[in-house]
């Protein structure tokens, strides 16, 4: 079993759920009650409401709480507080995606740089195949990632690869991989597939200032797609039924 990570190292995540574990072991929130609005929960700790729903990601993995789309964040009923805090479950997936655009914003002027037809082609490819999967119901990951690869390795250097890759990889860690359960759907990934089709064009015409627009406004909308899926669903307007949801997908970016 992993050693709980030393209180010094502790991620932010990891501190907010600390204190949300003891809340909740002390009886200040019930098993079964609806934890407090987030607007509420981030005045009372004094946390942002990124790190606060990575928090409550971190406790739904170990157990101590259920989030509900659309309904809310429901404290179950179970031992918490005797257990230990437990390791990291990776990165900050929010942090993640702020490293992300600030390398890869850099590293594709390189790719814009040394693009060639055959990369063009490949990009292309690699769109081709996430639509090919989301039309058959898959999630598109795989290819995702060779598109990401690919413009990294565009740009000739081989330690951002070796970086971006990593990064990348890091959407696998339990934290990440959690959070793309509540977020990731076929409606997501259209939004993500297109915003890889803005990038390639600004790529493919050498459009340095493009580009980069293009990777960090995608790697932001990829970020606040992460988190906002935590927020409750609004009601929808009298006299109009709710819109469906967007089919779920198993496991962007």
Not at 37 to 42: F, G, I, K, N, W
Not at 183 to 200: G, P, Y
Request: proline content about 7%; hydrophobic content about 40%; charged content about 25%.
């Amino acid at each position: 079993m992993a050693s709980p990570t030393p209180s010094a190292d502790r991620k932010p995540y990891q501190k907010i759920a600390d204190q949300l574990r003891e809340f909740i072991f002390q009886g200040d929130f019930k098993p079964g009650a609806r934890l407090p609005p987030e607007r509420d929960l981030t005045q009372l700790l004094g946390v942002s409401r990124p790190s606060l729903r990575e928090a409550l990601i971190a406790l739904e993995i170990e157990g101590g709480v259920e989030i509900k789309m659309g309904s809310g964040v429901y404290v179950r009923a179970l031992t918490l507080g005797q257990q230990p805090a437990a390791a990291t479950l990776g990165e900050s997936p929010s942090e993640l995606m702020q490293a992300r655009a600030l390398i890869e914003g850099e590293a594709i002027i390189l790719a814009c740089m040394h693009g060639k037809k055959s990369d063009y082609r490949y990009l292309q490819a690699c769109i081709d195949a996430m639509r090919a999967s989301l039309a058959g119901g898959l999630p598109p990951l795989e290819d995702d990632r060779k598109f990401h690869h690919r413009l990294a390795k565009m740009s000739g250097n081989g330690a951002l690869v070796r970086i971006i890759t990593a990064l990348f990889d890091e959407r696998h860690n339990p934290i990440s991989a959690h959070l793309s359960k509540h977020s990731e759907n076929s409606s997501t990934w259209d939004a993500a597939v297109s915003e890889h089709e803005a990038i390639l064009r600004a790529v493919a015409s050498k459009d340095v200032l493009g580009a980069q627009t293009s990777m960090r406004e995608h790697l932001r909308r990829s970020e606040s797609r992460w988190l906002q899926a935590l927020e409750p669903e609004k009601s929808p307007p009298p006299g109009k039924a709710g819109s469906k949801r967007a089919r779920s997908l198993p496991v962007q970016a």
